[in-house]
């Protein structure tokens, strides 16, 4: 009786152990897998409704994010507008004449310089491809600045006069220097003055030769005085 309980004994742990052994097994390889599959899908949910709130977000600041490009492109084109396409003497001689004509200044010599680029730089332009997506590209617009260097006789309201139409003039120039001293013979002011002129390439505006017909040619002074 007592062989017989110990062998009933052996076999109950014998299963006990099989079955055991069994949710193991199941667990490391049924359970375990299913686990972390489940948490890699909770992952990618969660990382896809993120990207679908982004998405939502961006299209509802759709229309805001179109009108701040719009923006910035209008912003750039009016800094781009004060610049001319190019610089050359026939122009500044008739900006030159303009300036004599309109203040009663005189100035009887002119120097210029050959163009140099002051600096060049990537401009980003955003527009919208055939499959409706925003894409960013770049184009290279250089800055050129050349000088014109002259001699004057003004009096002081035509100096101030003067700096008013460099200052105002609807393309970019300013003054590198300026000399004066009294003038014994006419009771006003002598000088030297040096403009820098700006011009920029590469935004696809042209340069367009002025119109010179309107100054007199032929004489002592090709400033028609």
Excluded: W
Excluded at 119 to 129: A, E, I, L, R
């Amino acid at each position: 009786m007592t062989e017989k309980k110990g062998s009933d004994l052996k076999v109950f742990f014998v299963v006990f152990v099989l079955v055991i052994l069994a949710a193991v097994l199941a667990y490391s390889y049924l359970y375990m897998p299913k686990v972390e599959e489940r948490d890699a899908l909770l992952r990618e949910n969660h990382a896809l409704e993120t990207r679908l709130i982004e998405l939502k977000n961006m299209a509802v600041n759709e229309q805001d994010f179109i009108n701040g490009i719009n923006d910035s492109k209008e912003s750039i084109q009016q800094v781009l507008n004060n610049y001319s396409a190019g610089n050359t003497p026939e122009k500044s001689i008739m900006m030159i004449n303009s300036l004599e004509n309109q203040i009663g200044i005189k100035l009887p010599s002119l120097n210029f310089s050959e163009p140099s680029i002051v600096t060049t730089v990537d401009m980003p332009m955003v527009s919208q491809n055939e499959e409706g997506k925003y894409v960013t590209s770049y184009y290279k617009v250089s800055l050129l600045q050349e000088t014109l260097s002259t001699n004057y006789k003004c009096d002081y309201e035509q100096l101030k006069k003067l700096i008013d139409f460099v200052n105002d003039y609807p393309e970019r120039m300013n003054i590198e220097s300026i000399t004066m001293a009294y003038d014994s013979t006419t009771g006003g002011l002598k000088g030297s003055l040096v403009l820098n002129l700006y011009a920029v390439t590469g935004t696809g505006k042209e340069y367009t030769a002025p119109d010179i017909s309107g100054l007199s040619l032929g004489t002592g002074n090709i400033f028609g005085q």
